[in-house]
């Protein structure tokens, strides 16, 4: 009876170590389909949506059209997609390493346009701007950065790809 008990206690443990490989590096498909672009440290990683948003709890693709909105709106809502709840607005960071995939020749899904971020801060005058980052190539670009300040209130709307952090056991 003692050794039944005992291997019923041991046998999730030795389960959940065979799946100790199962990692996640950038590059990846992450668990709910998307691509994983940033692990700051080990056991944890960035999963980008595979499509940008159609809706509060949908993806654009063939069938749906992605929807754009303003900063306020979009930091405002509560996403989720692939029946999960802890979906957010990407920082800066986060898109230039989604860029770098892109141009490394990783599928993306991402538009050539502006995209917001997360990343925020007030002005001298007391207001706030968020910012933004583009798609575009080089040429597009015309010497201008690709990361550019808008209004953080306003009616200023952009298309959302929004991301996840993932968390994994060694």
Partial sequence: MKL???MALIAPLLLHNANAEDLYK???TGPTGGLVIYS???GSAVEAAE?????EDSYADKWRSA???SWY??????WALSNKHNWRLPTVKELKA???LEDQGLVTNMKTTWYWTADNAPTTKGSWYSKAFAFLSEEELDGRSNVQSFPAIGGLEMR???VRNILYHR
Avoid: F, N, Q
């Fill in 4 to 6: 039944l008990i005992a």
């Fill in 40 to 42: 700051p440290k080990e």
């Fill in 160 to 162: 959302i790809r929004l």
């Fill in 73 to 78: 709106d979009a930091m405002g809502r509560s």
């Fill in 51 to 55: 499509y940008d948003v159609a809706s």
């Fill in 67 to 69: 929807i754009k909105l």
């Fill in 98 to 100: 989604l860029k770098a």
């Fill in 26 to 28: 950038v590059g990846d």
